[in-house]
């Protein structure tokens, strides 16, 4: 399976999930000695270990089944080669991407023939949401071209200020990329998804700018990465 990939250096999943029912409940999980960051019934949960740092693990409780869960883990990690493939055609600078590992969970994790998956996210320096939010009503000019040509290359785009947070050097980091992907730009453009998008926080006078880059992008319209360089990526993520 292409995605599935070895953990980051330094981080033993065998000495770190030993417990099969650890993803039973929040408590299981914190009594394993990790840190959830974020915890929602029938969520995605996020977690800390003091022995992982600069780490996030990402994982759905024991109620969703494991095929469906590694679904749903395939989709983030495929959204984040969808951006990082982007950014690296486009030379972008000013959006980033956290690298993701898609990792296989030790055979105690398995249920019948179907194994446990975790993602581990590289943690990234992101500013809080409300401050996030006051950064997009004054987006500079190039960080918004950069933003929009994403908007125009992609689909299903959950655009939120803690999806797509400010990292503390200014740049936009897409952290959740769980139903992103590539559209099809010989068809038809999805203008009012387009502006649905931007419209949500930025000001009026961006808004004005976003219209110009539209009109540019359908006019000449990007280059898209071969799909080859999303769903079978050399190494794991990088930038």
């Known amino acids: 399976m292409p995605l599935v990939v070895p953990p980051p ?5 065998g000495r770190l999930f ?9 408590d299981r999980w914190e009594a394993a000695g990790f840190k959830l960051v974020r915890a929602r019934d029938n969520k995605l949960m996020v977690a800390k ?35 990082k493939a982007l950014i690296e055609m486009h030379g972008l600078r000013r959006v980033v991407v ?30 809080e949401t409300d401050k996030s939010k006051k950064l997009y009503r004054r987006i500079d000019k ?25 990292t503390k050097r200014g740049k936009i ?6 139903y992103l992907a590539l559209r ?8 009012a998804t387009y502006f649905h998008l931007v419209e949500k926080y930025l000001s009026d006078k961006r808004i004005r700018l976003a219209n110009e880059i539209w ?14 360089s999303i769903e079978n990526p050399v190494a794991p993520l990088s930038g």
């Not at 250096?9 to 999943?13: E, L, N, P, Q, R």
């Open 184 to 191: 099809n730009i010989q068809q038809r453009e999805d203008e």
């Open 18 to 26: 030993r417990d099969p029912q650890m993803f039973d409940s929040f």
């Open 98 to 127: 956290p690298k993701k590992w898609l990792v296989r969970l030790p055979d105690m994790f398995s249920s019948g023939t179907d194994a446990g998956y975790i993602v581990i996210v590289e943690e990234m320096p992101i500013v």
């Open 49 to 83: 270990h003091k022995s992982a740092k600069g780490f996030l693990f990402k994982k759905y409780n024991n109620n969703i089944h494991p095929a469906r869960q590694l679904t749903k883990y395939e989709r983030r990690v495929t959204g984040a080669h969808t951006i």
């Open 215 to 228: 009109h540019e992008l359908r006019s000449s319209p990007p280059k898209q990465p071969h799909p080859s």
């Open 9 to 13: 250096s330094g981080i033993d999943i």
């Open 142 to 166: 190039r960080t918004l071209r950069e933003l929009c040509l994403i908007f125009y290359m992609c689909k299903e785009l959950d655009f939120r200020a803690q999806n797509m947070p400010f």
């Open 173 to 178: 980091a897409f952290v959740d990329t769980g």
